[in-house]
C-alpha cells in the first residue's frame, strides 16, 4: 500500500467515525427533545386538571360562604331543623306518604 491509499483510507475512516458521532449526536437530541415535549404536555394537562379543580372549589367555597351567611337567619335555622331534624311546628300534623322521596 503506498502512502496516498494510506492517506485515503485514513481519511475514509475518518469521515465515517465524523459521520457516526453526528448520528449519534442527532439521536441524543432527538430524544432529549421527545422527553421535553412529553414534559412540556404532562404539565400543559396537569395544570388543565388544577384549574378545573380550582373552579369546582371556588363554586363549593361560595356555597358555603353562602350557607356561613344564613347560619343565624331564623328562616333558615327553621328550614334546616325541618330538613335534617324531621321537627315541626307546636300543632302541625305530619302525614307520610310512602313511596315519596324525603329529599324534596
Do not use: T
Amino acid at each position: 500500500m503506498d502512502k496516498a491509499e494510506e492517506r485515503r483510507q485514513k481519511r475514509i475512516r475518518w469521515i465515517n467515525h465524523f459521520r457516526m458521532a453526528v448520528f449519534a449526536i442527532v439521536i441524543i437530541l432527538a430524544v432529549v427533545v421527545g422527553m421535553s415535549v412529553k414534559n412540556v404536555l404532562e404539565l400543559s394537562l396537569e395544570q388543565h386538571n388544577l384549574k378545573k379543580e380550582n373552579a369546582s372549589l371556588k363554586e363549593k367555597k361560595a356555597a358555603l360562604e353562602q350557607e356561613f351567611q344564613n347560619i343565624n337567619d331564623k328562616n333558615y335555622i327553621e328550614e334546616q331543623a325541618r330538613k335534617q331534624l324531621n321537627m315541626v311546628k307546636p300543632g302541625e300534623i305530619v302525614y307520610i306518604i310512602d313511596g315519596e322521596d324525603e329529599d324534596d
